[in-house]
């Protein structure tokens, strides 16, 4: 079973960026379309961007243009960079494997946007 885990979060002003990272262990990565989500106070787990292994990229229009995801498969990385970053962007931010059945969940990381 592979088990992830994202860090990278923290507390950031309107408008500020961050790059939250997220490592895999415990099996194979580089095979695995692989997605960040998010989930904010009182609302459901979203997707927000995906990334084949490949490379393709695929983005939840709310943060197309703004956000960035990427991977390395040599590190069994996923990386996301986020820019420009809106209040509604705060969440705890997750990442797994796109598929219907997931691996377990990490613990996530908090992105939280505030003036």
């Known amino acids: 079973q592979v088990q992830v885990v994202e860090s990278g979060g923290g507390l950031v002003q309107p408008g500020g960026s961050l790059r939250l990272s997220c490592a895999a262990s415990g099996g194979i990565f580089s095979e695995y379309t692989m997605a960040w989500y998010r989930q904010a106070p009182g609302k459901q787990r979203e997707l927000v961007a995906k990334?084949?292994?490949?490379?393709?990229?695929n983005y939840a229009d709310s943060v197309k243009g703004r956000f960035t995801i990427s991977r390395d498969n040599a590190k069994n990385t996923v990386y996301l960079q986020m820019n420009n970053l809106l209040p509604e962007d705060t969440a705890v931010y997750y990442c797994?494997?796109?598929?219907?059945?997931?691996?377990?969940w990490g613990q996530g990381t908090q992105v939280t946007v505030s003036s």
């Open positions: 990334i084949t292994s490949s490379g393709s990229t």
């Open positions: 797994n494997r796109d598929r219907i059945v997931k691996w377990n």
